[in-house]
């Protein structure tokens, strides 16, 4: 076979393009609301501003606390299941 | 390798268009009589001197029921000329896909296959044989009842024998042809149509399955050749390669190599790094993923080295060295094409490194006073293995002065001891690559690697108070990442701890020591590592199987 030869294999898992939609907006916000820690230093004090944001604007919803064992790891799959069980609305936060 | 039909065998079945424009063959049901197949291409002298022969045995036998055809390889034009050159009266088949020729599996044409009534082979040769050829004529009238009938003229006798010309489905374009014909099915890859219009390179740049330079094309031919260099089936999941998880066979591996422009031969080392990257040891999402610099480094021991020709002498992380430069790049490929670990994606480096194309060495084993890595690491001096270290770029270590170990392992901790920052201490895993010469000055005061290490750690020892974050220099061993037991209540290290001596490294073992390089050059270099232990990414060796 030559180059000019017009067929080859696919390379790729053959999944169709992946274009990531954001999940529809809650308006007016709605709770319980989890605050994910990826454990990144300092991500703890961004959250702990954004939490108390969240207080002041959404007072009756609750906020639950998560955090990740490590940031070089993708979340378990305990805490992948707790997400999805307790919380409604998910923020994970990166700081550096 | 030939693979004639012997007696007895059933004769594969097939039919061809005619010169005439009939149809003829073989049947599978079998019926009538004997048939007498004559394969032959235009342009073989052994088939010139053949056709007559048949010609007249089946003239002879045709009223006995004896059918003959003659089955080419050649184009009608030059099939016809060679029938009207011989006068050949028995139908010509045009074999003009070679499935015939391909189904009968000579080497060799003429060949002459006499087929029963009820589809059985009763001889077959190929080329010219006077004993076969007499044979199959005496076999050609027993079938029909008669008697063999006088072929052989007293004045022309026949040779003994007379070799053939090879079978066109030798011919090596018409081999790789028929092999992907064979494989139909054998392949479970989705077939990608490149337009007609397109230039190929500029096609799979704009797919986005490059890593910036141009790829060979993976056609059907090509893996079919890559997956020669494995026993493993084809459809077999090696691993999930991060960070998708997408399961990798065999086979998807085998395209990537072939875009990396590896040899069949190297498809099992490319297996075997993958095995070794996808494990939670290595993490290799996180060595993906991270805005740091770390890349798969490659290290291979073992025969396998010379074996494929894996260069482990001079500029061994340079250019030049198709192995290392393939086998490298096919991992890579296989990350960004299978795993979807593209930068600016998931791979989110700040600044990246040259390694990221392609890092792969092997151990200088012969010129090396110590067990090898992958001995050191638990496996046998003969078995063939790759070591995978999350690392970054080469860099020099320079010591051109040093007549004694000492001295030597000296500058080597002086060095070491700038890897990522000079106040972090307590690092994880580097890569030591130590050059044949300075290998001979250690050697010479018999300095084992385990010496080495000790004296590396000795070096680099400083004060706890000396890695601190401090206001010079706001980088450092931060208070709270340190052990609760050097913390007083308050949280704050305790007085007496800030004298204790921190080596650069958290254990001996975490300096993995290869020899490399050629033989002239005072130059050894260390590589850097990423996060280490658990929490990120730890050296992982794996044997490269079959």
């Known amino acids: 076979m030559r180059e000019s030869d017009p ?75 707790e997400i999805t069980q307790r919380c409604r609305v998910v923020i994970q936060a990166l700081a550096d | 390798m030939s693979a004639i039909p012997l007696q007895g065998d059933a004769a594969p079945a097939f039919v061809l268009r005619t010169l005439g424009g009939g149809k003829a063959g073989v049947s599978a049901r079998g019926g009538g009589g004997a048939t007498l197949l004559f394969f032959f ?108 009938p006088p072929l052989e003229r007293a004045a ?10 090879a079978s066109r489905v030798h011919d090596p374009e018409v081999a790789e042809r028929l092999a992907v014909r064979r494989a139909a099915g054998r392949l479970s890859a989705r077939r990608v149509p490149i337009p007609p219009a397109d230039d190929p390179f500029e096609f799979f740049a704009a797919l986005g399955i490059d890593d910036g330079l141009p790829v060979v094309p993976p056609t059907e031919a090509r893996v079919l050749r890559m997956l020669q260099g494995t026993t493993r089936s084809p459809s077999e999941v090696v691993a999930l390669v991060p960070p998708n998880l997408v399961p990798a066979t065999v086979e998807k591996i085998a395209i990537n190599a072939v875009m990396a422009g590896c040899r069949p031969e190297y498809l099992r080392v490319v297996i075997a790094a993958l095995e070794a990257a ?71 480096a700040t600044l990246g490194q040259p390694g990221k194309f392609t890092c792969c060495i092997g151990e200088n084993e012969e010129q090396s006073p110590w067990p090898p890595l992958h001995v050191e690491r638990g496996f046998r001096r003969e078995q063939s293995t790759v070591t995978l270290f999350a690392g970054e770029a080469p860099r020099a270590i320079l010591d051109q002065a040093s007549r004694s170990a000492r001295s030597l392992a000296t500058s080597v901790g002086l060095c070491l001891e700038s890897v990522a920052h000079p106040k972090l201490h307590g690092y994880g895993e580097v890569l030591l690559v130590v050059c044949p010469e300075h290998c001979r000055t250690l050697e010479a005061d018999g300095w084992s690697k385990a010496d080495l290490r000790r004296r590396i750690q000795e070096v680099t020892s400083r004060p706890l108070a000396a890695c601190l974050p401090d206001d010079d220099c706001a980088e450092g061993l931060p208070p709270q990442a340190l052990p609760r037991e050097l913390l007083g209540p308050d949280g704050q290290l305790k007085p007496e701890t800030l004298g204790i001596p921190v080596p650069k490294f958290r254990r001996d073992e975490d300096i993995l020591i290869v020899v490399a390089g050629a033989a002239a050059g005072k130059f050894s270099a260390v590589l850097g590592g990423w996060v280490g232990g658990k929490m990120g990414s730890v050296a992982v060796t794996r044997e490269i199987g079959t």
């Open chain 2, 156 to 165: 022309e006798p026949w040779p003994e024998n007379r070799p053939g010309c």
């Open chain 1, 7 to 81: 067929v080859i294999l696919d390379p790729t898992a053959e999944q169709s393009p992946l274009r990531r939609h954001l999940s529809p907006r809650t308006n007016p916000l709605r709770g319980p609301i989890g605050l994910v820690d990826i454990a990144k230093p300092r991500g703890d004090v961004f959250l702990d501003e954004l939490e108390g944001l969240l207080r002041l604007r959404a007072p009756r919803e609750s906020i639950l606390r998560l955090r990740k064992p490590t940031f070089t790891k993708p979340a378990p799959p305990s805490l992948r299941d």
């Open chain 2, 278 to 348: 996808c494990t939670d040891e290595f993490n290799l999402h996180g060595v993906l993923a991270t805005t740091y610099f770390p890349t798969p480094v490659i290290v291979v021991n073992g025969p396998v080295r010379r074996e494929i020709g894996l260069q482990c002498a001079g500029n061994v992380f340079g250019q030049g060295f198709r192995a290392n430069a393939t086998i490298g790049r096919a991992v890579q490929l296989v990350v960004r094409n299978l795993g979807g670990g593209r930068p600016g994606e998931v791979d989110m």
């Open chain 2, 41 to 148: 291409k235009h342009d073989c002298p052994t088939c010139d001197f053949v056709a007559p022969l048949v010609g007249e045995l089946c003239r002879r036998l045709a009223e006995a029921g004896l059918q003959g055809v003659a089955v080419s390889q050649s184009d009608s034009a030059a099939s016809a000329s060679f029938a009207a050159k011989h006068a050949l009266e028995v139908p010509v088949a045009l074999d003009e896909d070679l499935s015939a020729s391909e189904a009968y599996a000579f080497d060799a044409v003429p060949c002459l296959v006499l087929v029963s009534g009820e589809g059985r082979v009763l001889r077959a040769f190929q080329g010219f044989g006077r004993d076969d050829f007499l044979a199959l004529a005496g076999d050609a009238a027993k079938s029909c009842g008669r008697a063999v």
